[in-house]
């Protein structure tokens, strides 16, 4: 993967980030790797049913789906992963998955929430997004 396509990837990881200050209480989020299983299907549980918004539409019910695979837990590795991505895919959406682990670039934008959405602290010059034209103080809604 290229530099460019690095950092427009890693300015798609700070969006998500910000989506997740936008639900939460948090005052920080972070895409830290957990090591134990039982916090990580913690997380996506919980980030999948503050995040998701076509339960209703697609008549699903999360918490259903969930407990069909209550044995995640249990699982590590590649098995806990494979496990995962099954558990996702029963959404059956392909905006929402569960994806290999990589190595983590971390992008050199800055955002603050405020009412009216994430407004950017920090776009630094040269980067893929201000060679997208995007600019300090635009707000993502």
Not at 28 to 48: C, F, G, H, N
Not at 67 to 93: K, S, Y
Not at 110 to 117: D, K, N, Q, Y
């Amino acid at each position: 993967m290229g530099p460019a396509r690095r950092e427009l990837k890693s300015f798609a990881d700070t969006l998500n980030l910000l989506h997740t200050l936008a639900w939460s209480r948090q005052t920080r989020a972070t895409d830290t790797p957990l090591a134990d299983s039982v916090l990580a299907v913690d997380r996506i549980y919980t980030e999948v049913a503050n995040t998701y918004p076509g339960f209703a539409l697609r008549g699903l019910d999360w918490d259903q789906i969930t407990q069909r695979h209550a044995h995640l837990p249990e699982l590590h590795g590649e098995e806990f992963l494979l496990g995962v991505q099954r558990w996702i895919a029963e959404l059956g959406d392909a905006h929402t998955s569960a994806r290999r682990p990589t190595r983590r670039f971390h992008p050199p934008y800055r955002a603050r929430m405020t009412p009216a959405g994430a407004e950017l602290t920090r776009v630094p010059g040269g980067s893929a997004a201000h060679e997208a034209a995007v600019r300090t103080s635009w707000s993502m809604l």
